[in-house]
């Protein structure tokens, strides 16, 4: 770990990056790509030793109140977290000076700071975006060794949503291969299903690998799944977007079971509803008479409701159509989409 001072903390799109680099160790993490000029290991954490102050004075100075972020280059919640705590200080700016937020981990320790996430959320809104991969404990704990299993993530989605947090899950990576199944996708959406998750994002069924992430997968294929890098270079070679063989498949499946299940899985929407600010009138996280909590059933309202079934076909279209069309693929491009959308 090793502090650097910097000159301003928010993106343009009100984004933060805390801290750099992650010690998480996912075998397919994107951050870890050259083109981001880390000059430092990925794993020793560079923490923004002024991020905090930094942040009150931009916080005090803008006109008109927004949603906040955080959650890429790293998971907001890396070890260095409990110690240095500037998630939880930048949730305390947010909470006091009336700001939204959302993050985006694959830390069961979110729970940490679910006393401020409520205090948000009981203002504006604040959503909890959580990455999961494979429904499978023991493959989980290859090739994301660092995290929360994700039947720990999947628990504290749970929770969350029982605290009134909306939360919003990210399928991906998919590995060729690996985790491309059926059964996979089925696991992860009955988790999703249980935990009443708000929506659903999902690209298509495929990771990206290009020079810096590329390497680092190919040991770590070399060490868990001996022959695969060999298949992955022979059937794939250098591309970019690699797609599962079963994406078409495995994308009809995702789309039905979030349907049938009242999952929003239109992500244009899902951005749209993480970007907007909102203040709330009424206080109350309770659910209605069907169990449905405020902000859970608020996304579905303003994204699935009154739209027509040519509507959402051509929202389901035009995701399909984004996996090959618009250089937005699943890839484990956690890091990538988030700086997308901030
Ligand atoms: S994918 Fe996210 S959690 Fe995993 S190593 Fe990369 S930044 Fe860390």
Redesign the pocket.
């Known amino acids: 770990m090793h502090f650097v001072r910097v000159k301003s903390i928010l993106s343009a799109g009100n984004g933060m990056n805390l801290y750099r680099g ?5 075998i ?5 790509s050259s083109c981001y000029r880390m000059d430092h290991d ?1 794993e020793d954490i560079e923490v923004k030793e002024n991020a905090i102050v930094l942040l009150e004075n931009e916080l005090r100075k803008k006109r008109s109140k927004c949603m906040l972020g955080t959650g ?4 907001p919640y ?1 070890p260095a977290e409990e110690e240095i705590r500037s998630v939880r200080k930048a949730l305390e700016l947010a909470d006091r000076y009336g700001f939204g937020f959302t993050l985006i ?3 069961a320790s979110v729970l940490r700071d679910l006393d401020l996430l409520r205090s948000i959320n009981e203002k504006t809104k604040c959503v909890v975006q959580m ?1 999961l991969t494979t429904y499978d404990e023991d493959l989980c704990r290859k090739i ?1 060794p ?2 929360s299993t994700t039947k720990e993530r999947a628990d504290a989605l749970r929770q969350l949503h029982e605290a009134g947090i909306p939360t919003v899950v990210w399928l991906c990576p998919i590995l060729p291969f690996i985790n491309d199944t059926e059964e996979n996708i089925r696991g992860i959406l009955d988790y999703c299903i249980e935990a009443k998750v708000c929506g659903v994002i999902c690209f298509g069924m495929g990771l990206t690998l290009r020079g810096g992430n590329r390497e680092y997968f190919y040991r770590q294929l070399d060490r868990h799944f001996p022959g695969m890098k060999e298949k992955y270079i022979q059937r794939f070679g250098s591309r970019y977007q690699i797609a599962s063989p079963e994406n078409e498949k495995l994308m009809k499946l995702f789309h039905q079971i979030c349907e049938e299940n009242g999952i929003v899985h239109d992500n244009d929407r899902i951005f749209e509803y993480l970007r907007t600010f909102e203040r709330k009138t009424q206080t109350t996280g309770n659910p209605d008479e069907n169990g449905e909590k405020p902000d859970r059933k608020r996304l579905i309202q303003t994204t699935l409701s009154g739209r027509s079934a040519s509507e959402r076909a051509w929202c389901r279209y035009t995701d399909k159509k984004s996996v090959f069309g618009k250089n937005k693929f699943t890839g ?1 491009l ?2 990538i989409f988030f700086l997308d959308l901030w």
């Open positions: 992650c010690s998480h160790g996912c397919y993490c994107d951050s870890r990925f890429s280059m790293t998971d890396i981990t694959k830390s990455t994301e660092g995290v484990g956690v890091d």
